[in-house]
């Protein structure tokens, strides 16, 4: 109707002037036949449609309806081609702004966004060859929260600029696709925000193997873009992604970084507020690095989620006898007294804080009447020579830098997470002598060892091959960055599992290869101390937890010290000589034994 009225106003001599415009446009577009264009200069024409950059995604699906009445179906997808064509051919010719040196993101609109029609020319050329046709358009018309169609739209644009590949693209839009039906069906209003409950339901609406295996990660991908694209840090979020909070070095561990933190397990809205409060303290005054940040978290989201407060109470709440409650139960489970102490502390330091905040004003607990007694505990954790030998004599089989990364815990008892960070002048020569300079995360310091020359030379050689720059990270993982300490453990048992070590029954460990270098050092009459500074401890104590076999140790300077000095031997000897026992009535005897090293007597008493 609205065309019908606007011809009647229009002469004859304008109609004239615009159709020489149109056709004079659509001949321009070189890539499809006179036939075609035809076809669709018929249908604009008969809209009042007199630029070809008029075409939108509204007159595309008449088009289609109106093709639908005129020709069979495959013609129809000709002529449709036809149509995409041109609107791409008016896109190319637009001017694509650009800011600070990125092209300018498209506004939100309240309307639906086909992207082949996209105004930026490299998304729609990306898209106007793509087969997968649920994945195009995008309808921010439906009857929904505004601020989730924004989410939607922001996200959209996030995986589209930023997919490692097409693959990895395609994943995301169709998970997020599934998302957004889901969310207007349960009325969500915040991705941010979501519930445990409702991605577990939307975790249930994958029907097949290829959907669990594509979308399943589509929440985390959906909460990341956002929080890492907002212009301040969204401290409600329900989850928050480490990558956005530019903390100092030092205290992240590259080969096994903290990705996220996620505070949906507290149910408890209140606590859950008082929690993200808390951490943001952690994060923002506290120097913890962020994996001792992280584990007072969870220690203290079990703790609040074990409360299972209603949402009209929160912690600040809890009572004398709740805390009495909780603390003996977990007396109770089967943990160490060492484990259940740092669990009473990371309790104690969050009402510290909730105490420092005035949102209580005293601890509901003593923990002094709670901490368990604890006793230092030696476990033996050296590799044996056997399986050592077994995994040496097939590291051929292993990948080069897998291989190299075994020698350097063998070799020189690294930490893994040190070896996983090892840059390119971590290696140097002093004299004849080979070092290497290693940055020991845990201690948040250097160390510098001598290391076999051996070791030195094949590291020269992977350096070389390649070409790591100083500053760079020897064993890297597909994106450049350090290699995980995840990824290297897994391989490992894998590995020695595929090469039958200990009849494929070792479970590999990489610390167990400091325990073993420490114990053959101490075997080898190297010095404590020595021992302590190699290994990177701050404190002997420390060290000796390292030396393993230490009843072994103990028996053999135990016959070592009977032979030179000791009742025993004379004892031993008299026996091989047939000579009187010198064991009395009373089960006393009398002796001096000298010891001729040190000079002094020893009156022995009573023989037990």
Wanted: charged residues 25%.
């Amino acid at each position: 109707m609205l065309a019908e009225a606007l011809r009647l106003t229009t002469s004859q001599e304008d109609i004239d002037e615009l159709t020489a415009q149109l056709e004079a446009e659509l001949k321009e577009c070189e890539a499809t036949t006179v036939s075609y264009k035809n076809k669709l200069k018929q249908f604009m024409m008969e809209n009042d449609i007199w630029q070809i950059s008029e075409l939108n995604y509204y007159w595309r699906e008449k088009y289609c309806e109106y093709l639908k009445n005129r020709m069979s179906k495959t013609s129809c997808e000709l002529y449709i081609k036809t149509f995409d064509r041109v609107k791409l051919h008016s896109l190319r010719k637009q001017p694509q702004i650009i800011l600070a040196g990125k092209r300018q993101r498209l506004e939100y609109a309240d309307e639906i966004l086909y992207l082949p029609y996209h105004p930026n020319i490299e998304i729609a050329e990306r898209f106007c060859r793509e087969n997968n046709k649920n994945l195009l358009a995008w309808d921010f018309t439906l009857i929904a929260a505004e601020k989730l169609k924004r989410q939607i739209f922001q996200v959209l644009h996030y995986f589209i600029e930023n997919a490692a590949n097409s693959e990895r693209m395609h994943a995301q839009l169709g998970g997020l696709a599934r998302l957004y039906d889901f969310c207007i069906l349960e009325q969500i209003e915040d991705l941010e925000k979501l519930e445990i409950d409702q991605i577990e339901r939307f975790q249930k609406t994958f029907t097949t193997e290829y959907q669990r295996h594509y979308y399943a990660g589509v929440t985390y991908w959906c909460g990341r873009a956002l929080f890492m694209e907002a212009e301040e840090i969204h401290w409600d979020a329900n989850v928050w992604y480490m990558e956005r909070m530019h903390l100092q070095p030092e205290r992240i561990d590259p080969a096994a970084p903290i990705m996220s933190l996620s505070f949906a397990e507290v149910t408890n809205k209140e606590n859950r507020k008082l929690l993200q409060k808390y951490l943001r303290y952690g994060i923002g005054i506290a120097n913890l690095s962020i994996s001792s940040l992280r584990t007072e978290f969870l220690v203290v989201r079990k703790f609040l989620g074990d409360m299972n407060q209603p949402e009209t109470e929160n912690i600040c709440m809890v009572t004398e006898q709740q805390m009495d409650a909780w603390l003996r139960s977990e007396q109770q489970r089967e943990v160490q007294a060492d484990t259940f102490n740092k669990k009473v502390m990371c309790i104690l330091h969050f009402f510290q804080y909730l105490q420092i905040k005035d949102y209580i004003t005293a601890i509901p607990f003593d923990p002094n009447y709670y901490l368990k007694k604890t006793f230092m505990q030696h476990h033996d954790r050296s590799v044996a020579q056997e399986t050592m030998d077994q995994i040496r004599r097939n590291l051929y089989r292993f990948p080069e830098e897998v291989r190299l990364m075994y020698l350097h815990l063998w070799g020189v008892g690294l930490r893994i997470s040190e070896v996983c960070t090892l840059k390119g002048n971590a290696y140097y020569l002093q004299g004849k002598d080979a070092w290497i300079q290693v940055y020991q995360i845990k201690m948040r310091t250097y160390k510098r060892i001598p290391i076999p020359m051996t070791l030195y030379r094949l590291m020269q050689v992977y350096i070389t091959k390649y070409k790591r720059k100083t500053e760079e990270y020897i064993f890297q993982n597909r994106n450049g960055g350090a290699y995980r300490k995840t990824t290297f453990q897994q391989t490992m048992k894998r590995l020695c599992e595929e090469c039958n070590i200990q009849n494929g029954e070792y479970l590999f460990k990489s610390h167990d290869y400091r325990h073993t270098l420490a114990t053959t050092f101490y075997d080898a009459g190297v010095p404590i101390q020595s021992i302590r500074d190699y290994l990177g401890h701050e404190y002997e104590e420390m060290t000796l937890q390292y030396l393993d076999y230490m009843p072994k140790r103990i028996e053999n300077a135990n016959e070592e010290y009977f032979k030179r000095k000791s009742l025993a031997s004379c004892l031993r000897k008299g026996v091989e000589n047939g000579e009187q026992n010198l064991y009395q009535e009373n089960d006393t005897v009398q002796s001096d034994c000298v010891d001729e090293t040190a000079g002094e007597v020893y009156n022995w008493g009573p023989v037990l």
